[in-house]
C-alpha cells in the first residue's frame, strides 16, 4: 500500500512536476513591515519591496546593476530626450483588469504628483500613449537615466484606483494617512494580499493571473512579520518559527552561519558610509593635505574587520563596483606615517583640535565607527571633540553643519554615482538643491560642469568617463573620507533558495523565490 507521500510524488511526476516545484508557505521577519500599500506614498527600502510583491515594474535591475523587461518587454532611444517602451500584451491586474498603455501613463502622472517621487520624475516632460502597448517618456534636457528611473514606475491599475469611495478620491496619495490605495491593491505583481494588520503581519498569497510564466517560484503564501529587535529576530529564525530574516547583525552573523540547516547570505550593498570635512568651520580643513593626512589616518580595513565584523566593503571613492564613474585603482590608503608627514608639511606637527558628530541609531555600528574613526585621528594629533546622538537629534544638526566633521550615509536613488555627487560634494546650491548635503562645504568647478554635462549626456561610455574623472579629483583632493559601502545579510533555512534573488538593492524578488 502506497504512502500519502508517495502518492504526491506520483501525482506531481504526472503533472510534470516535483517536490522541489511544490507550492511553498513560509514566514519573513524584517525589520519593520510596510507603511502602506499605495506605492507612490513614501520613497523607501519597504516601500520598494512591498511594490516588487504587488506590482511590477517596467524593468528591473538585475544583480550586477543591468536591466531586465518586466512590463516592458523592449525599449529604445528615440532622440536625446525620448525614450520609448513597448509594453507586454496580455498582462492581468489582481482585480481581471487588463493593463494597456492608459494604466503606465496614468500611473506616471501620478508619481508626478507624489512628495516622495516627484524629483527622481522632474527630468520628465511629460509621458504619451503612442497605441495600447507603446509609451512614450519625454525628458525636459536630454537624459541618461531613463532606464534607472524606469524601475520606480510599477503601472498601477487606473481603473482600479479611479472614482470616489466615501466621497473621497480613490487615487488621492495620502501621507501618513488612510487612503483607498493605502489599503486596496490591484497591481499585476506575483502576490495579492490575503490580510494586513498594521504592525502585526501582511499575508500574501500568489497571484494565479500572474502573467510571468516562466518565473521558477513556488511560493503560494508568504507571511511578512516585523520583528524590530535583532536578537529576537535571530531567536525566531534559529527556533524554525520563521524561514527567513532581514538585517541580520554583524553581532548575529557568525551564529546564524554555523547554525545545522540555515544560510547566512550575503551582499555588498550600494550606501557607503562617509565623513565630511566642514572647509568652513575649521581653517585646516582647507589645506588638502590636511583632508588628505585624516583620509590616510583612518583604517577602513580595521573598521570593517574589528567593528563591522567583516559585514562591510572598505571604500576609497563614492561609487561601488557597476557603478557608471567606478573607478578600480580608487583604493583605500590607510598609511599612518604618510599622514603624519602631510600634518607636518601642513604646518601642524603638534595637531589642532575639531569637533565631530554622528548618529548612534541611524546605520549599523554608527557610534563605534565615529569613536574608533576619532581615536585614529588621535594618532597625528588631531584632538576630536565627539558627540553621538540618536538620529532625530542628528539631522537638525546635520542640517546646520554643525561640526567640523559629519557623518553621513547615502544610497543612490538612481543606483549611479553622479547622484553621490549630486547630493554631498557639488557646490552648495539652495535653488537648484545640487549640494543640498554638502556640510564639507566642497567646491570644485570643474566638478560642477563634469557632473552637469554627465546627467545630459546620453552616450554611456562618455558618460562612465565623465564620472570617473569627477571620482579621481574628489579622491585626489580628499573632499571628504570614504568609509565602507555597507553589506547587506539575510538568514533562511536551507530549503529556501534566495542566494538567486537577493540583491545589493536590498528588496529580494520574493515572486522567483524557490523552496524545495
Known amino acids: 500500500m502506497k504512502t500519502l507521500k508517495t502518492k504526491l510524488a506520483i501525482a506531481l511526476m504526472a503533472a510534470g512536476l516535483s ?42 535591475f538585475t544583480k550586477d546593476f543591468d536591466f531586465e523587461g518586466r512590463i516592458a518587454e523592449k525599449w529604445e532611444r528615440v532622440n536625446d530626450t525620448t525614450f520609448r517602451f513597448h509594453l507586454r500584451q496580455g498582462v492581468k491586474f489582481h482585480s481581471g483588469n487588463q493593463l494597456t498603455a492608459d494604466d503606465v501613463v496614468w500611473t506616471f502622472n501620478r508619481l508626478q504628483s507624489s512628495v516622495d517621487f516627484k524629483n527622481v520624475f522632474s527630468p520628465y516632460e511629460k509621458m504619451t500613449k503612442i497605441d495600447d502597448y507603446t509609451v512614450e517618456i519625454v525628458s525636459s534636457e536630454p537624459y541618461p537615466l531613463v532606464l534607472q528611473t524606469a ?26 494617512g488612510s487612503s483607498y490605495a493605502s489599503t486596496h491593491v490591484s497591481g499585476t505583481g506575483p502576490f495579492t494580499v490575503a490580510s494586513r494588520e498594521q504592525g502585526v503581519k501582511v499575508v500574501f498569497e500568489r497571484f494565479d493571473g500572474y502573467w510571468d510564466k516562466q518565473s521558477p517560484g513556488n511560493v503560494d503564501k508568504l507571511t511578512l512579520v516585523p520583528i524590530k529587535e ?37 551582499v555588498s550593498g550600494t550606501r557607503i558610509i562617509t565623513f565630511q570635512m566642514n572647509q568652513n568651520s575649521n581653517p585646516a580643513l582647507k589645506d588638502v593635505r590636511v583632508r588628505q593626512a585624516i583620509v590616510h589616518a583612518i583604517n577602513n580595513d580595521a573598521i570593517v574587520k574589528k567593528i563591522m565584523k567583516g559585514f562591510g566593503t572598505t571604500a576609497g571613492q563614492q561609487g561601488p563596483a557597476g557603478y557608471a564613474g567606478y573607478d578600480a585603482d580608487l583604493v583605500p590608503r590607510y598609511d599612518l606615517k604618510k599622514a603624519k608627514q602631510l600634518m607636518k608639511d601642513a604646518g601642524y ?11 548612534n541609531n541611524r546605520y549599523v555600528n554608527d557610534a563605534k565607527i565615529a569613536q574608533a ?14 558627540k553621538t546622538m540618536p538620529k532625530a537629534q542628528y539631522w537638525p544638526e546635520f542640517d546646520l553643519c554643525s561640526a567640523d566633521m559629519m557623518m553621513i550615509g547615502w544610497h543612490s536613488d538612481t543606483e549611479d554615482s ?13 535653488e537648484t538643491g545640487r549640494g543640498a548635503y554638502n556640510c564639507g562645504q566642497y567646491s570644485n568647478a570643474e566638478v560642477d560642469k563634469l557632473v552637469n554635462s554627465a546627467n545630459a549626456e546620453t552616450d554611456t561610455a562618455k558618460r562612465g568617463v565623465m564620472l570617473q574623472r569627477v571620482e579621481n579629483i ?40 524557490v523552496v524545495k
Open 230 to 266: 535583532d536578537a529576537t529576530r535571530v531567536a525566531a529564525l534559529l527556533s524554525g518559527d520563521v524561514d527567513m530574516i532581514h538585517p541580520v547583525a554583524p553581532n548575529d552573523q557568525k551564529r546564524v552561519k554555523s547554525a545545522k540547516n540555515v544560510d547566512l547570505v550575503t
Open 19 to 60: 517536490f522541489s516545484a511544490a507550492a511553498a508557505d513560509i514566514t519573513v521577519a524584517y525589520d519593520a513591515d510596510p507603511v502602506s500599500l499605495d506605492p507612490h506614498e513614501q520613497l523607501s527600502g519597504g516601500t520598494l519591496q512591498m511594490s516588487h510583491m504587488l506590482f511590477d515594474p517596467l524593468v528591473r
Open 474 to 513: 574628489l579622491y585626489d583632493e580628499a573632499a571628504f573620507v570614504p568609509l565602507h559601502w555597507q553589506d547587506l545579510a539575510w538568514g533562511a533555512k536551507s530549503t529556501l533558495q534566495i542566494d538567486p534573488i537577493v540583491n545589493a538593492l536590498n528588496f529580494p524578488y520574493f515572486g522567483d523565490l
Open 151 to 176: 524601475t520606480y514606475i510599477f503601472p498601477m491599475d487606473k481603473k482600479f484606483y479611479t472614482g470616489k469611495t466615501d466621497g473621497k478620491d480613490k487615487s488621492e496619495i495620502v501621507k501618513h
Open 373 to 386: 574613526t576619532a581615536s585614529m585621528l588621535s594618532k597625528i594629533g588631531i584632538k576630536v571633540d565627539l
Open 349 to 359: 606637527e603638534n595637531g589642532f583640535k575639531l569637533s565631530m558628530m554622528a548618529p
Open 418 to 430: 553622479a547622484n553621490f555627487s549630486e547630493f554631498l560634494t557639488m557646490t552648495k546650491d539652495a
